[in-house]
């Protein structure tokens, strides 16, 4: 089968590889829709948690191609979903519902066999069907809207609370819709581009701000006592860093966007402690994976103005540098037979 290996850090190919083989509880799913995540960039450069070589994917919708001989829940030919985070159940993390820190957690796409390929091997476990009513396009969504219903989960938020988001791209997007729908009254968008500022308007920003030196003014004169809400969508320190010097008292900080492994920044304990800061983290999803199909079939969420390529696998190498570069939305990949 053809298949995208990340052979070392920075070092891409499109292969012909083996296809997977299917254990006795698991299942094997023909590809059908396959996004391109910023989680695989810090892949490729070696900032994440994985091994190479390594076949790329973790965003993807497809058919059930083979059933294991334990399987009783699918069948040959029903559209699936997948939960890329696979848990063991018997640590202690997972007896205690916090499996997303489970002691043996694995990956697909990080670091077990992913979805660009086409095929792809998945514990029936993390397995779901997709409402018939779901284009592959939304389909392909639900991972990343898992992420983004785990993250509302984590953040406590009240009617009426002014919220930012730092970074406008697929994720911050989805971001937006998710805290209107929460109950931000005021909710600014800040990126470098305008055209993602036009798509967060559409979906629900209020005010949006074009980032530049002049920021940190722009944004007092909006929120002079800070944001009640403060998210980063872009795991870069100098937007991390201005999003904490815009939380005002009582405030919480949401980390969403992944930061390369190695970055620091400093803060003072004291800012924390006087102003009554929160300051949370949220890494992947949780079981979500239901709740953002819901979110998704109701129409909370819209993730189809979000797709700016959808692509076949073969031009990956170059739809890659494209997204790299910053000049992408979401960047999909169907596979043509």
Same mark, same amino acid.
């Given at each position: 089968?053809?298949?995208?290996?990340?052979?070392?850090?920075?070092?891409?190919?499109?292969?012909?590889?083996?296809?997977?083989?299917?254990?006795?509880?698991?299942?094997?799913?023909?590809?059908?829709?396959?996004? %391109?995540?910023?989680? =695989?960039? $810090?892949?490729?450069?070696?900032?994440?948690?994985?091994?190479?070589?390594?076949?790329?994917?973790?965003?993807?919708?497809?058919?059930? $191609?083979?059933?294991?001989? =334990?399987?009783?829940?699918?069948?040959?030919?029903?559209?699936?979903?997948?939960?890329?985070? %696979?848990?063991?159940?018997?640590?202690?993390? /997972?007896?205690?519902?916090?499996?997303?820190? /489970? =002691?043996?957690?694995?990956?697909?796409?990080?670091? !077990?066999?992913? @979805?660009?390929?086409?095929?792809?091997?998945?514990?029936? @476990?993390?397995?779901?069907?997709?409402?018939?009513?779901?284009?592959?396009?939304?389909? @392909?969504?639900?991972?990343?809207?898992? /992420?983004?219903? $785990?993250? &509302?989960? !984590?953040?406590? &938020?009240?009617?009426?609370?002014?919220?930012?988001?730092?970074?406008?791209?697929?994720?911050?997007?989805?971001?937006?819709?998710?805290?209107?729908?929460?109950?931000?009254?005021?909710?600014?968008?800040?990126?470098?581009?305008?055209?993602?500022?036009?798509? +967060?308007?559409?979906?629900?920003?209020?005010?949006?701000?074009?980032?530049?030196?002049?920021?940190?003014?722009?944004?007092?004169?909006?929120?002079?006592?800070?944001? =009640?809400?403060?998210?980063?969508?872009?795991?870069?320190?100098?937007?991390?860093? $201005?999003?904490?010097?815009?939380?005002?008292? /009582?405030? !919480?900080?949401?980390?969403?966007?992944?930061?390369?492994?190695?970055? +620091?920044?400093?803060?003072?304990?004291?800012?924390?402690?006087?102003?009554?800061?929160?300051?949370?983290?949220?890494?992947?999803?949780?079981?979500?994976?239901?709740?953002?199909?819901?979110?998704?079939?109701?129409?909370?969420?819209?993730?189809?103005? %979000?797709?700016?390529?959808? %692509?076949?696998?073969?031009?990956?190498? +170059?739809?890659?540098?494209?997204?790299?570069?910053?000049?992408?939305?979401?960047?999909?990949?169907?596979?043509?037979?």
């Amino acid at each position: 089968m053809r298949a995208v290996v990340f052979d070392a850090p920075r070092q891409l190919s499109l292969q012909e590889v083996a296809e997977p083989v299917c254990a006795a509880d698991e299942v094997v799913i023909r590809t059908c829709r396959a996004g %391109l995540c910023g989680t =695989d960039l $810090h892949i490729f450069r070696d900032e994440y948690m994985s091994t190479y070589p390594l076949i790329p994917g973790h965003e993807f919708v497809g058919e059930v $191609h083979q059933v294991g001989r =334990d399987v009783v829940a699918f069948h040959v030919g029903q559209r699936v979903a997948a939960d890329p985070n %696979l848990y063991c159940g018997r640590c202690d993390f /997972c007896r205690n519902r916090r499996h997303n820190h /489970c =002691d043996n957690w694995q990956g697909i796409g990080i670091n !077990r066999s992913g @979805a660009f390929a086409e095929y792809v091997s998945v514990p029936a @476990a993390a397995c779901y069907g997709v409402p018939q009513s779901m284009s592959d396009t939304e389909a @392909a969504f639900i991972e990343p809207v898992s /992420c983004v219903v $785990h993250a &509302m989960n !984590r953040l406590s &938020m009240a009617a009426g609370d002014n919220a930012v988001v730092f970074g406008a791209g697929p994720m911050g997007a989805l971001l937006i819709q998710a805290l209107r729908h929460r109950g931000a009254a005021m909710l600014v968008a800040v990126d470098k581009q305008e055209s993602r500022l036009s798509t +967060a308007r559409e979906l629900g920003a209020t005010e949006t701000i074009v980032a530049g030196p002049d920021l940190p003014r722009q944004l007092r004169r909006i929120a002079p006592r800070g944001f =009640d809400v403060v998210v980063d969508a872009t795991g870069v320190l100098e937007a991390i860093l $201005h999003g904490l010097e815009m939380l005002g008292p /009582c405030g !919480r900080f949401l980390q969403f966007g992944v930061a390369p492994r190695d970055a +620091a920044i400093t803060l003072r304990p004291y800012d924390v402690f006087r102003n009554d800061w929160t300051i949370l983290g949220s890494f992947a999803l949780c079981y979500t994976f239901e709740q953002a199909i819901a979110w998704m079939t109701s129409g909370v969420i819209k993730v189809e103005p %979000l797709v700016s390529h959808c %692509l076949p696998l073969d031009e990956f190498a +170059a739809a890659f540098d494209t997204f790299e570069r910053g000049e992408t939305m979401k960047v999909h990949f169907r596979f043509d037979r």
